[in-house]
């Protein structure tokens, strides 16, 4: 089975409110998680990634959380944007080079 | 500019065709990846190469064959193609070694067998 799961496939947010996105991850020995996000007819951008010696970054609008106890990864998106509409990706990744997705959660922006 | 390069950007064939797919990234990268994505934007890792060499072979078909020429191009072949193959095939690429080991994604190459 994967390895990799997000909880809700889809999440309609209120422009300027934020965003979170949660993903599940069953491989306790996955040491590297990075999320992608992918707009329609466009291959997967790079947006944010977290290697497991931290629990919390930080990037433009957007923060990673890890939680190694539960095995939880979570993006948030501050101040939601149209231009935020997309499908976006968790991956996970134990040998540095063999990328694991999840299934993805579309996120819709509403004016 | 761009980073990663796939041509065709759409392919349509009909069953039993075989069809090449190529790839080429501009970024350095000693590593590039054949992902396929499926109608529900499943994305799977199919091969991966690192300095011309396999290091990644998923269960997949024998009638998928990459090729990767040097380190800045990696090609698929396709024999035989079939209605299951119809997907969005994706490459990417990537340093290993580097502090961030970011695959980077081409734009994908539509294919639709009939």
């Known amino acids: ?111 | 500019d761009t980073a990663v390069s796939q041509t065709p950007k759409y392919l349509v064939t009909q069953m039993g065709n075989d069809k090449s797919i190529k790839c080429e990234q501009n970024l350095g990268h000693d590593t590039m990846y054949w992902y396929k994505q499926d109608s529900k934007k499943f994305l799977k890792i199919m091969f991966s190469y690192n300095n011309k060499e396999l290091i990644i072979n998923e269960t997949v078909p024998n009638r998928f064959s990459p090729k990767s020429p040097d380190k800045a191009h990696l090609n698929l072949h396709i024999n035989s193609l079939e209605l299951g193959d119809s997907a969005v095939y994706f490459c990417a690429s990537s340093q290993l070694g580097a502090e961030q080991e970011t695959q980077y994604f081409g734009p994908g190459t539509r294919l639709l067998v009939l």
């Not at chain 1, 949660?22 to 999320?35: H, L, M, Q, R």
């Open chain 1, 1 to 111: 089975g994967e390895s990799v799961g997000l909880h809700l496939p889809t999440l309609s947010v209120q422009e300027g409110d934020n965003s979170i996105i949660n993903c599940a991850y069953s491989n306790s020995a996955s040491d590297y998680f990075i999320w992608y996000k992918q707009e329609s007819g466009k291959g997967p951008q790079f947006i944010i990634d977290i290697r497991s010696n931290m629990d919390k970054r930080q990037g433009q609008r957007v923060t990673v959380l890890l939680n190694k106890t539960v095995k939880h990864l979570s993006l948030q998106i501050a101040a939601t944007q149209p231009g935020d509409s997309a499908v976006y990706f968790c991956a996970e990744s134990h040998n540095d080079y063999k990328l694991s997705f999840g299934a993805g959660t579309t996120v819709t922006v509403r004016a």
